[in-house]
């Protein structure tokens, strides 16, 4: 997506279910960010990994090994 100087071409909304949006808050939180930041961060962690069961087994691993 080609960057812009207007914010409203930069930024847009998303509805997600509110136990969600308590999950991300609370993410966010944890982690010094704002809930955008925390989405934009696990978008950019998942965009690394092809599949989605790429990240539900690299998450698995991670709770394994706490």
Known sequence: MPRTKSRAK?????????DTWK???????????SPSQQIAFLVEVA????????VLSLYAQIKRAL
């Open 47 to 54: 965009d690394q990994s092809p599949l989605d069961k790429d």
């Open 23 to 33: 999950m991300i808050w609370s993410m966010a939180e944890k982690n010094h960010r």
């Open 10 to 18: 930069t930024f847009k909304s998303v509805a997600v279910p509110f």
